[in-house]
């Protein structure tokens, strides 16, 4: 089992910064440094959606559109951490933001087997 737990959240204005941490406790047998981790929000009425993803050895990364350029996600292994650095923050980027873990390094919700809790960002203009 995978345990996920995010941090960070909070209240901005629009065009700052936030950072937003998920670290992992796994039971034995389930190293996290075999998956995929990511990142979705989901905006009040809305449905989840993908915001961002990193492959096992943080090589490789994918991004939503909308956050393109903006975000950035990083991980490590050895602290069992994932970050997802969110620069110039905009109104339409309020959501609960939701870390997830699985073995598959796509954009799909469904493929992603451990999810948090989630953290609430709220951006004001």
């Known amino acids: 089992q995978v345990q996920l737990v995010e941090s960070g959240g909070g209240l901005v204005e629009t065009g700052d910064s936030l950072t937003l941490s998920c670290t992992a406790s796994?039971?034995?047998?389930?190293?996290?440094?075999?998956?995929?981790m990511a990142w979705f929000r989901q905006a009040p009425g809305k449905e989840r959606v993908f915001v961002a993803t990193i492959i096992w050895s943080g090589l490789e990364t994918l991004y939503a559109d909308s956050v393109k350029d903006r975000f950035t996600i990083f991980r490590s292994n050895v602290g069992k951490t994932v970050w997802l650095q969110m620069n110039n923050l905009k109104t339409e980027d309020t959501a609960v933001y939701f870390c997830a873990a699985g073995h598959v390094f796509i954009p799909n919700a469904e493929s992603y087997s451990y999810w948090g809790e989630g953290t609430q960002v709220t951006v004001s203009s």
């Open positions: 796994t039971a034995s047998g389930y190293n996290f440094d075999s998956y995929a």
